[in-house]
């Protein structure tokens, strides 16, 4: 089993900034794994925001280009999500990922960009 913790969450105005955080940990061995971040807007369903494989590798969903920012430190089994620029659209519950070939999800932590 596979736990994820996320931090970082809260009430931010247009324009501004957060940094989401997710650490992971028990039975994490694979060579090879993708960790990343999701979100679900009331209503909507869970999308794709940005993963990072443990090689370096990322992936962005084309509405959060040039205003996230996807990190991970292996040392430390760590995902961070710098969020800049920040639109009311962004608004949601984001969720950490981690795949070993099986996904592991943490509980979230919400989002919200309101002036």
């Known amino acids: 089993q596979v736990q994820l913790v996320e931090s970082g969450g809260g009430l931010v105005q247009p324009g501004g900034s957060l940094r989401l955080s997710c650490a992971a940990s028990?039975?994490?061995?694979?060579?090879?794994?993708?960790m990343g971040w999701y979100r679900q807007a009331p209503g909507k369903q869970r999308e794709l925001v940005a993963t990072?494989?443990?090689?370096?590798?990322?992936n962005y969903q084309d509405s959060v280009k040039g205003r996230f920012t996807i990190s991970r430190d292996n040392a430390k089994n760590t995902v961070a999500l710098q969020m800049n620029s920040l639109k009311p659209e962004d608004t949601a519950d984001y969720y950490c990922?981690?795949?070993?070939?099986?996904?592991?999800w943490g509980k979230g932590t919400l989002v919200t960009v309101s002036s």
């Open positions: 990072i494989s443990s090689g370096g590798s990322t």
């Open positions: 990922l981690y795949n070993n070939g099986v996904n592991y």
């Open positions: 028990g039975r994490i061995f694979s060579r090879y794994d993708v």
